[in-house]
């Protein structure tokens, strides 16, 4: 997983290097998903770009504005959702997808900075709407479901995809395998409950 | 932490798990260290290392005791039934405590906390298979059912909103139950 390119800057007075600014971002990122909020400091961020602190302090000002920034760059990171023509399909490739995330630490990072935000509302506006954002991916491969009628008509679609957000969660808590299989077979689950046939 | 019977070797342990539970709540995980807890606890911390526990070990510990022996729930006459019941305790249970809740969440997100955590969960849901037993002898189970792959499925939505900071209504635990046993594909409706 990788920052999106820059698209704002907060800055004021001469037009500034955009180089370097985009280097920012990308050490800013970069230390955000290994060492989380606790290791989230401006002087390793300079450290990483080969710049001063006070240039980046001239940038964002605060550590805080520029952590936030950072999580709206994971946010911004995350991946479209997949359209297979069938329920079936799009739930495999988002369950790869969450694999593939947990993978590369993004998604572990999301939920850490969550745990280690606290009450501060800055950090955890940026991870709810990271999370609001997964949910979406969910919501429309159910709505396409249903227009299919591939799911029940009772079906409560919120809980579906909470549903879904979760199993792969605990699919991954317990530390079992994480391939394409496994998906397939997590969604078969899903799709089809646990009890009985007969 | 010892595992003797000394009164006083029990003591000191008693004192040791209150001070990690107490950072547990008061800063979170990642946010408070084996020494934090030597002085919370007013314990040398040397003494704390010399008894080979990790911060890791310490809070397994801490959580386990907090949340004392598992109990089987009672049969209710039918699996979702025992479903229900099962997860309404287990919500209770960990909302009933913010260091178990915290913890919880953690073990989620901390690599170092989640072998622990999963050890000692999958020992604490063993206590249920006998309403795993039952629903395989009532025909309401296949026989070659995954207790691990149920609570994964259980646990699930509950699981989620915990990660992302939201608290759970037992009272949605029928709810829960009924994606479990029959998924969300057409042609299948919640038992009842």
Same mark, same amino acid.
């Given at each position: 997983?990788?920052?999106?390119?820059?698209?704002?800057?907060?800055?004021?007075?001469?037009?500034?290097?955009?180089?370097?600014?985009?280097?920012?971002?990308?050490?800013?990122?970069?230390?955000?998903?290994?060492?989380?909020?606790?290791?989230?400091?401006?002087?390793?961020?300079?450290?990483?770009?080969?710049?001063?602190?006070?240039?980046?302090?001239?940038?964002?000002?605060?550590?805080?504005?520029?952590?936030?920034?950072?999580?709206?760059?994971?946010?911004?990171?995350?991946?479209?959702?997949?359209?297979?023509?069938?329920?079936?399909?799009?739930?495999?490739?988002?369950?790869?997808?969450?694999?593939?995330?947990?993978?590369?630490?993004?998604?572990?990072?999301?939920?850490?900075?969550?745990?280690?935000?606290?009450?501060?509302?800055?950090?955890?506006?940026?991870?709810?709407?990271?999370?609001?954002?997964?949910?979406?991916?969910?919501?429309?491969?159910?709505?396409?479901?249903?227009?299919?009628?591939?799911?029940?008509?009772?079906?409560?679609?919120?809980?579906?995809?909470?549903?879904?957000?979760?199993?792969?969660?605990?699919?991954?808590?317990?530390?079992?395998?994480?391939?394409?299989?496994?998906?397939?077979?997590?969604?078969?689950?899903?799709?089809?409950?646990?009890?009985?046939?007969? | 932490?010892?595992?003797?019977?000394?009164?006083?070797?029990?003591?000191?342990?008693?004192?040791?798990?209150?001070?990690?539970?107490?950072?547990?709540?008061?800063?979170?995980?990642?946010?408070?260290? /084996? !020494?934090?807890?030597?002085? @919370?606890?007013?314990? +040398?911390? %040397?003494?704390?290392?010399?008894?080979? =526990?990790?911060?890791? #070990?310490?809070?397994?510990?801490?959580?386990?005791?907090?949340?004392?022996?598992?109990?089987?729930?009672?049969?209710?006459?039918?699996?979702?039934?025992?479903?229900?019941?099962?997860?309404?305790?287990?919500?209770?249970?960990?909302?009933?405590?913010?260091?178990?809740?915290?913890?919880?969440?953690?073990?989620?997100?901390?690599?170092?906390?989640?072998?622990?955590?999963?050890?000692?969960?999958? /020992? !604490?849901?063993?206590?249920? @298979?006998?309403?795993? +037993?039952? %629903?395989?002898?009532?025909?309401?189970? =296949?026989?070659?059912? #995954?207790?691990?792959?149920?609570?994964?499925?259980?646990?699930?939505?509950?699981?989620?909103?915990?990660?992302?900071?939201?608290?759970?209504?037992?009272?949605?635990?029928?709810?829960?139950?009924?994606?479990?046993?029959?998924?969300?594909?057409?042609?299948?409706?919640?038992?009842?």
């Amino acid at each position: 997983v990788s920052p999106p390119a820059r698209t704002s800057g907060t800055g004021v007075g001469r037009p500034r290097d955009t180089a370097i600014d985009a280097a920012i971002d990308d050490a800013a990122f970069a230390v955000l998903v290994e060492h989380g909020i606790a290791g989230f400091s401006l002087g390793e961020i300079a450290r990483r770009v080969g710049v001063p602190k006070s240039t980046v302090y001239r940038r964002w000002g605060t550590q805080q504005a520029l952590l936030v920034h950072a999580l709206e760059l994971l946010e911004q990171a995350q991946p479209p959702v997949p359209d297979n023509g069938s329920l079936r399909a799009d739930l495999i490739a988002l369950v790869e997808q969450r694999f593939v995330e947990f993978e590369t630490q993004a998604a572990v990072t999301i939920e850490r900075l969550g745990a280690e935000a606290g009450d501060d509302r800055a950090v955890l506006g940026p991870v709810w709407r990271i999370g609001e954002r997964r949910h979406d991916a969910g919501r429309v491969a159910f709505r396409r479901a249903v227009e299919r009628g591939e799911v029940r008509a009772d079906l409560d679609v919120e809980l579906a995809v909470e549903f879904l957000a979760g199993s792969v969660w605990t699919h991954i808590f317990s530390r079992r395998p994480r391939g394409a299989s496994d998906a397939a077979a997590i969604v078969d689950r899903l799709l089809h409950g646990i009890a009985s046939d007969a | 932490v010892s595992e003797t019977d000394d009164p006083g070797d029990q003591a000191v342990d008693d004192v040791v798990v209150d001070a990690t539970m107490d950072l547990l709540v008061a800063r979170g995980f990642g946010r408070f260290s /084996l !020494r934090d807890v030597a002085e @919370r606890a007013g314990i +040398e911390h %040397a003494d704390l290392v010399r008894a080979g =526990d990790s911060l890791s #070990d310490l809070v397994t510990l801490a959580v386990t005791r907090r949340l004392g022996a598992p109990r089987a729930s009672a049969d209710t006459g039918s699996f979702r039934g025992d479903l229900i019941a099962i997860l309404t305790t287990i919500i209770d249970r960990v909302q009933s405590d913010p260091a178990v809740l915290n913890r919880a969440i953690a073990a989620f997100s901390h690599p170092d906390f989640r072998r622990g955590a999963v050890d000692e969960t999958r /020992l !604490r849901l063993e206590v249920h @298979r006998p309403a795993f +037993e039952r %629903a395989v002898a009532r025909g309401e189970l =296949d026989p070659d059912y #995954d207790l691990q792959h149920c609570f994964e499925l259980l646990l699930a939505t509950p699981s989620l909103r915990w990660l992302e900071g939201r608290a759970v209504d037992p009272a949605d635990a029928p709810h829960f139950v009924d994606l479990v046993l029959t998924g969300f594909a057409s042609g299948a409706a919640p038992p009842r």
